[in-house]
């Protein structure tokens, strides 16, 4: 299906959802108005089904997103997000084998008509969630790991012969990444925390592996209280881990200079966005939108940036959420040597560059995940750097380690 077509099938999709959710709430859901809608969106929903196995709408406050991407704001997209939020809905999910009955059911259900369990027990080809829900993990069985000291010294020597790889423009061997990943999403399933394993501060030379171990950890915190479930969950935690992978081909001493760097040093360092960016497109077993947020990383939400890109260009939502775990993680760990940030010092600067340095709903969504899992433990995550505060200031680059 050509990206013309699919735009056409999804278009057909949210016109009639649209227009279904706009007739349910004016009239009972037997009117024809409301029932004249059922068969056209059931029929556009399989026609754009028959080329993915399962489409999913994703509801970030005023936002509608497809697949993982931000659709241009209209009328109908904005109806679809304003009523799913209100009734705290972020992930509509659909696939193939749909059919008219669970398409009635799903709307007595947006509309409040039938609670959720209905249709979970009754349409198996539709999931919803709210921001809490992740149903259908592929994580299940996966052993929680709860704590970076749940990592076995196999799996934290794998982690790194992965990085050690890519240094060496070897292929890429993602298996490991995405058993640890899956670790993560089972531990936040079973509460425990793991911001507990947010790697602490270590050697310079950990750096960029440490960052990544944490980026990754952060991302699947963001997806899991968005709905992401799935795939897609473990795509975004994978997007985080890979981010900065283009730093291998920024010489060592560039990145670990102490100070400001030269105009050089400076274009240099830039050109990592889109250097680990073609790097992942040629690795098999890397998901696109890791692709995405390797390149878009450093771009900010106003655009303003690198790469430069054109003003309409639209940031892959993976992206932005990579964004805020990675500036996270930088005021985390930068100048610990003084006076580590508390969670409300991160959280007020990260308020202040949010709207332009970052998606504000997003940055918003994010602290308020991180308050509810406790800011002790995210204190405790910094604390866990305290053999960094007797080290002198000339260690440290002075550089957010996201640059
Ligand atoms: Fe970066
Ligand atoms: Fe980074």
């Known amino acids: ?236 935690g994978i997007a985080g881990m890979v981010h900065d992978v283009g730093k291998i081909f920024v010489d060592n001493e560039i990145i670990r200079k102490p100070g400001a760097l030269s105009d050089a040093d400076w274009e240099k360092m830039k050109a990592h966005p889109s250097r680990g960016a073609q790097y992942l497109m040629n690795q098999e077993g890397i998901p696109k939108v890791a692709v995405f947020s390797a390149f878009e990383h450093h771009m900010r939400y106003d655009l303003g940036g690198y790469p430069e890109v054109p003003k309409n260009w639209r940031l892959n939502v993976c992206s932005q959420m990579t964004m805020i775990s990675d500036t996270f993680d930088a005021l985390r760990t930068r100048r610990a040597y003084k006076e580590p940030w508390d969670f409300a010092k991160i959280s007020g600067r990260m308020l202040e560059v949010a709207g332009t340095q970052l998606n504000p709903h997003l940055t918003l969504n994010f602290l308020k995940t991180l308050a509810k899992m406790g800011e002790d433990v995210v204190v405790e995550g910094i604390s866990l750097m305290a053999g960094a505060e007797d080290r002198p200031e000339s260690e440290f680059t002075g550089r957010c380690v996201c640059e």
């Open 1 to 236: 299906m050509t990206d013309d077509i699919e735009r056409h099938q999804l278009s057909a999709v949210l016109t009639s959802l649209s227009h279904a959710l706009a007739a349910g709430a004016l009239y009972a859901p037997e009117h024809p108005r409301v029932t004249a809608q059922i068969p056209r969106l059931a029929d556009s929903l399989v026609t754009l089904l028959q080329q993915r196995d399962e489409v999913t709408l994703l509801i970030v406050k005023e936002e509608l997103l497809y697949q993982g991407k931000p659709l241009e704001k209209s009328q109908h997209t904005t109806r679809i997000a304003r009523i799913c939020g209100a009734k705290n809905i972020g992930f509509l999910r659909f696939s193939a084998g749909i059919d008219n009955a669970e398409i009635a059911l799903l709307l007595r259900v947006v509309l409040g008509l039938d609670a959720l369990e209905a249709l979970q027990n009754n349409a198996q080809h539709i999931e919803i969630g709210d921001v809490d829900v992740a149903p259908g993990e592929v994580a299940t069985e996966s052993r929680a790991i709860g704590s970076f000291e749940d990592l076995s010294a196999e799996e934290l020597q794998n982690l790194k012969a992965f990085y050690q790889s890519a240094r060496e423009k070897a292929p890429l061997d993602t298996q490991d990444m995405a058993s640890i990943i899956a670790g993560f999403i089972t531990a936040f399933r079973r509460e425990a925390n793991p911001l507990l394993a947010l790697v602490p501060l270590r050697m310079e030379d950990e750096y960029t592996f440490t960052h990544s171990v944490n980026v990754g950890i952060l991302n699947v915190a963001q997806g899991m209280s968005l709905g992401f479930s799935g795939q897609m969950l473990h795509d975004v």
